[in-house]
């Protein structure tokens, strides 16, 4: 049986640029295991899918874990050395229907 996920929208107060996006990931999930612990973090199994213009991305992880990693993204302060922000904006179950929402 498939495991269910849940698909995030998140919004950073800082842009990241195209060359910078895979050290911009590996940071973001060195943060988000450090607030939730290896054994979330490996339950939760976060992976980004697809960035929407420069400050937005949409982040994919387990259903079983999806409160936890809300929580582990407001709790995120600094990514690489620099001080951020990143907000929850939508979640949804599928990446159509969040991407749906992110439209005016």
Do not use: W
Not at 15 to 26: G, M
């Amino acid at each position: 049986m498939r495991d269910k996920r849940r698909y995030i929208l998140v919004e950073s107060t800082v842009d990241v640029a195209e060359p910078a996006r895979k050290q911009f990931e590996h940071d973001l999930f060195k943060e988000l295991l450090h607030n939730i612990g290896e054994t979330g973090y490996f339950k939760a199994n976060p992976k980004v899918m697809k960035y929407i213009g420069s400050n937005r991305f949409i982040l994919k992880c387990s259903l079983v874990k999806y409160k936890e990693m809300v929580v582990a993204l407001t709790f995120t302060k600094k990514v690489g050395g620099q001080n951020l922000a990143l907000y929850t904006l939508n979640a949804s179950g599928t990446i159509k229907a969040v991407e749906k929402a992110n439209s005016p």
